[in-house]
């Protein structure tokens, strides 16, 4: 594969890839015993992560589009009320995560824009479940779910940032000799 | 027709009679129909998910009392009527949640560039599967990763779409079409059942 690359074809099969990569790894997830629930790390945000440095904004929308879809039809939720969740997690976090990447990289690690993307996942996702879950008692589970967004975040950030440095595959990428 | 369109069809014009379902009784039979049809077609079900939103959407409704109160707990009323309200749409998620399991059991195709974008990903899918097999140790998880990426790369010195073929789809015959008629005329007739006052009402 040769990338970056300028021909539209081969991008678009990048995005692609990435979005196989994050159907792996919430399938590897999956298998990852939680000590809570509802705690997960959110592997499959990696490639999410990965591509800011490597995707164009249109792109980046796509990867985020073909990441919801795909995950709904594996898990078969693509047409139930779970898909309006996924949709508005990975979307509001998709934004945050471009948003600070594009304007803040020189002052914020893949780590803090690991928190900034599981933070504004959790708010998109808290907002909806008041609408279509728990009504007021939304701002109950908010605390926790925050929490857990957090220390999850975290792990996934210097996930993200330890692939960045050690990964062979990613640095061929950048200088294009892949 | 395709298999996985007339499951899709099946299961959107069933939609409506498991959101205007009124009766608690109704959709509980509702729901189980549709767990079973999902399970009977390869689905799995597991209960402690169903029972944790079961128990999660009834208590947050009780916050808001509302009908009978069957006792309390200090100041804390529980009340019938928010019991039943947050266990009714409990059950209609549920619901919803199976009966999307079974539209998609046939492995539905999107239409268009979006379609075959998804075709492609799932073949990368497929791939990413089948090498993560071979890779050899998985420990420490990046360098595995790294691992399985650059073989994927290696191997894809030609653009990998012109690889992908599409799968041959299932044509459906006359009997499955009568079986999916056959569901959607009992799940609306149980929400005629429920919206008549026919089941007993809780």
Known sequence: MTYPSSSPKVRIEFVALLAACALFLSTVEYLIPKPVPFMRIGLANLPLIIGLGLLTKREYILLALLKVLGQGLITGTIFSYIILFSIAGTFASTLLMYIVYRFFKQWVSLIGVSIAGAMASNVAQLTLSQYLLFGAAAKLIAPP??????????ILGVFAQQFEQNSAWYRSLRKGSL | MKTANIRLAMGLLTLPAILLQKSFIGIILQALYVIVLAVSHGRRFRILPNLIL????????????????LFSIGNFAITAGALVLGARKAFTLIALLYLSHYMVTARPNFPGKLGKLISLQFYYFERITTIWRTITPKRPFIKAIDNMLLQLSVGGKEPFSTQVKEKASVTSSARNIGKNTLHLIILWTLFVLGN?????VI
Do not use: C, D, T, Y
């Not at chain 1, 779910?145 to 975290?154: E, R």
């Not at chain 2, 079961?54 to 109160?69: E, K």
């Open chain 1, 145 to 154: 779910f925050l929490v857990v967004g957090l220390i999850s975040s975290i």
């Open chain 2, 196 to 200: 008549l006052a026919i089941f007993p």
């Open chain 2, 54 to 69: 079961l128990f999660s959407v009834s208590s947050a409704h009780l916050l808001q009392p509302h009908g009978l109160q």
